[in-house]
């Protein structure tokens, strides 16, 4: 059965799909998951709620990011910019909220933005997400304009 709410602001957290994670730890190598919880950690580092990622260091690893979607997003992009500027590389799984003040002041310096052709089905769910989702590539030291490209969703 379907959790309702996975689809409504019920919560924040949207669980990144495997296969989709896969695609892109092949490419990165991820080191670290810098939010998750133990029964969704992608990679065997993690830092879990109670660690509180915002708090800790993430250079000079190879992070993925699936942040909590809610208000707090933009201090998680802020903190994805930020560590990359210090050393990390930073993958984000991102909502394409193109019309936010986090976008503008972060997304717009990142290396790349990958916009994903179609809707992620985020934990396992039969249905695809009700937004449009996007990669974001925060890369050490870089900050100009993003490269932007498209991929897949599956």
């Known amino acids: 059965?379907?959790?309702?709410?996975?689809?409504?602001?019920?919560?924040?957290?949207?669980?990144?799909?495997?296969?989709?994670?896969?695609?892109?730890?092949?490419?990165?190598?991820?080191?670290?998951?810098?939010?998750?919880?133990p029964e969704n950690a992608k990679c065997p580092r993690y830092f879990s709620p109670e660690e509180d990622g915002l708090r800790q260091e993430w250079a000079p690893e190879v992070c993925w990011m699936n942040p909590p979607?809610?208000?707090?997003?933009?201090?998680?992009?802020?903190?994805?910019?930020?560590?990359?500027?210090?050393?990390?590389?930073?993958?984000?799984?991102?909502?394409?909220?193109?019309?936010t003040a986090w976008w503008h002041e972060y997304v717009m310096r990142a290396a790349e933005v990958r916009f994903i052709r179609g809707r992620l089905r985020f934990g396992g769910a039969e249905n695809g997400a009700p937004f449009p989702s996007c990669v974001v590539v925060f890369r050490p030291g870089y900050s100009g304009l993003p490269v932007v490209k498209s991929m897949a969703a599956r």
């Open 1 to 37: 059965m379907l959790n309702r709410g996975l689809f409504s602001s019920a919560s924040s957290e949207w669980e990144t799909p495997q296969k989709f994670f896969e695609t892109l730890d092949v490419e990165f190598g991820f080191t670290l998951d810098v939010c998750a919880r």
């Open 69 to 99: 979607y809610g208000r707090e997003i933009g201090k998680w992009i802020q903190k994805a910019y930020e560590e990359a500027q210090k050393g990390a590389t930073v993958v984000c799984l991102l909502p394409s909220r193109t019309d």
